[in-house]
């Protein structure tokens, strides 16, 4: 009789166990997918034109010394389409889409997200190395998407 209470009790305990484990699961699931990420900005992507700082895209400097660049991404262009960085410069690219989803990557640099339409994602490199690097889109956005990309000086 004792030994038969005993597995009773385990087997209560394991199905709690594991409603808790899947409730736990499907919590996680749920909140990943419901709630966007907290660290971004959310912007009309009917309005980019006019929503400052997207109004006037370009590279800004900031008062510590390094540097803010905004980009509109749009079919099937950049803007600005090329831009001039100092040597050594910590720019944090912002970057938003008026149309459809875009990819934003500049090889060689810590820089690889997504334009995404309505969202503001952000990603910060410090350019060690000067030359012309390539900003391209690598998401595939439409007939002429091949040819999407805009040009980096850093001197
Ligand atoms: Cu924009 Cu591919």
Redesign the pocket.
């Known amino acids: 009789m004792q030994i038969h209470r005993y597995e009773r009790w385990w087997l209560t305990f394991g199905v709690a166990m594991l409603i808790a484990f899947l409730a736990l699961i499907g919590y996680a699931a749920v909140a990943d997918n419901i709630n966007p990420p907290m660290d971004m900005q959310q912007i009309d992507p009917a309005k980019v034109s006019q929503t400052p700082p997207f109004d006037k895209p370009g590279l800004r400097k900031l008062a510590d010394g390094s540097y803010e660049a905004y980009y509109v ?1 749009e ?2 262009s950049f803007n600005p389409a090329r831009l001039t960085v100092p040597l050594g410069g910590k720019v944090t690219f912002y970057v938003t889409s008026a149309d459809v989803v ?2 934003f990557f500049i090889p060689d640099t810590d820089v690889n997200m997504m334009a995404v339409p309505g969202w503001v994602n952000e990603e910060t490199h410090t350019f060690k190395k000067a030359g012309e690097y390539l900003l391209i ?1 690598h ?3 439409g007939i002429d ?1 091949q040819d ?1 990309f805009a040009k980096i000086e850093v001197r």
């Open positions: 991404a079919v099937f875009h990819g889109c998401e595939y956005c998407h999407m």
